[in-house]
Nanobody
């Protein structure tokens, strides 16, 4: 198993930037996909960004050109750089990793890290 702990969330003004981190308790190179999700108040959790197989990167249309997902294998950390933040980016952000076809977080997602963007 692996423990994932998110950090870096904060209150920022619209147009600001943040970098979220997701620290894993084991070697993340053993996984084949790494992702960030978010859940806004009253909405379902949605995929924000993901790296598949170490090369293919996918972003939600709403964040393309503003968010960048990356990972640092030696540090066992996944990052989400967020620029030009908008009020609609306000949400709790979570990370997840996949082993084979199995995403580690299924029903229990932990506390995540809260991002609040003010106008």
């Amino acid at each position: 198993q692996v423990q994932l702990v998110e950090s870096g969330g904060d209150l920022v003004h619209e147009g600001g930037s943040l970098r979220l981190s997701c620290a894993a308790s084991r070697d993340i190179s053993t996984f084949n996909a790494w992702a960030w999700y978010r859940q806004a108040p009253g909405k379902q959790r949605e995929l924000v960004a993901a790296i598949f197989g170490g090369r293919n990167v996918d972003y939600a249309d709403s964040v393309k050109g503003r968010f960048t997902i990356s990972k640092d294998n030696p540090k066992n950390t996944i990052y989400l750089a967020m620029n030009n933040l908008k009020v609609e980016d306000t949400a709790v952000y979570y990370c997840n990793v996949r082993l084979g076809s199995y995403w580690v977080r299924q029903t229990s997602w932990g506390q995540g890290t809260r991002v609040t963007v003010s106008s």
